[in-house]
């Protein structure tokens, strides 16, 4: 690229966008536009930033934040848990002093954490305080902060352990034999996470998840009163970061993490789905190296990147793309 990237107005934000290229999804058909900067953003209007795992979203944020004022708000899974903060890649504690950071490691290592529990902590986030820069990596979590969250009631602890033992004895096939077509059509089929949910909801109210959505109230941030990038970070140009990441994540303590839940480590909980978890836990119960443990940790964690560019690309079509390696 011939262009050199414009820079940042401290009053409206980073400058208009100078280039734009299509980028195909090969696998689904679908083209998204990508653009090369950023659009001008208003400092006193709620910005979402999204994109896959490592490809630069929460130092966009915090860079915006720094230049602009406003709140870091996050809109990831597994950032909420106390228990992985090097794991999970949360802000640094020098990163965090830069800007108000919300709703990262608050939640217990034992307790349930929805997309339900999410969007009531985050709705009066939007209204109270600096205003909010949302970013994150988990597509449920926006999709349902600006097109709304059906209201579907907890799962009793037994239809949740008859969830669990399904899944450890049947794997995925076992859930997603139970669900209609159309709920199949709306969640992530290879996220063992949604297919439980799913299987959780239909089992435990007698109606399918798709049912529950088609009855949706509005949203809580309708799309058209913010500013919604997502990153789109190509496979070529995330798989060498990833790696690089894990490598350090252990190296800063991801290892010592790991082994500060070892006493009580028990797979079934939400926090433990943290990418890379149960590979330091089984190193350090002497069932791997360490060098498979990281191996299989980076393996998973692309896996995964190529689950989230699937949903952005399918769910995201009209939010603002921004070319990860230009940002």
């Known amino acids: ?24 999804d090969s696998q689904n058909g679908i083209m998204c536009r990508v653009v090369i900067a950023i659009p001008d953003i208003s400092p006193d209007r709620p910005v979402l930033i999204a994109g896959p795992t490592a490809s630069g ?21 597994i950032q909420v848990f106390a228990n992985w903060h090097v794991l999970s890649a949360r802000p640094s504690p020098p990163e965090e002093a830069q800007a108000p950071h919300r709703l990262y490691g608050h939640v217990a290592r034992d307790a349930d954490y929805s997309v339900g529990h999410w969007l009531r902590e985050v ?20 999709t349902a902060l600006t097109e709304g969250l059906a209201e579907i009631p907890p799962t009793p602890p037994d239809i949740r352990a008859e969830a669990d033992d399904r899944l450890a004895t049947d794997g995925l096939a076992g859930l997603l034999a139970d669900l209609d077509d159309a709920t199949c059509a709306r969640i992530d089929t290879q996220n063992p996470m949604r297919v439980q949910r799913a299987w ?4 435990a109210t007698g109606r399918s998840l798709a049912d529950w959505h088609a009855k949706t109230p509005p949203p809580v941030l ?5 500013h ?5 970070a190509p496979k070529d140009w995330l798989s060498p970061r990833i790696e690089r990441r894990f490598t350090q994540m252990v190296r800063h303590g991801a290892l010592d993490e790991a082994r500060a839940n070892l006493p009580d480590w028990d797979p079934a909980r939400l926090s433990s789905k943290a990418i890379g978890a149960a590979d330091l836990i089984a190193h350090l119960q002497g069932h791997i190296s360490l060098a498979e443990a990281q191996a299989n940790a980076v393996i998973a964690t ?26």
């Open 123 to 142: 709705a009066p986030l939007l209204h109270n305080g600096p205003r909010p820069i949302i970013v994150g990596g988990t597509g449920l979590y926006f």
């Open 200 to 203: 959780e909801v239909q089992h």
């Open 1 to 24: 690229m011939s262009e050199k990237r414009p820079g940042f107005n401290r009053q409206t934000g980073p400058a208009r966008k100078i280039h734009e290229n299509a980028s195909n």
């Open 222 to 226: 309708p799309l058209a009163d913010c």
């Open 228 to 232: 919604a990038l997502v990153i789109d």
């Open 57 to 77: 979203k929460s130092a966009l944020a915090l860079d915006l934040a720094r230049r602009q004022g406003g709140q870091i708000i996050n809109a990831d899974a």
């Open 302 to 327: 692309r896996q995964y990147a190529k689950r989230q560019r699937t949903w952005f690309r399918a769910r995201m079509r009209d939010w603002h793309w921004l070319n990860a390696a230009d940002i």
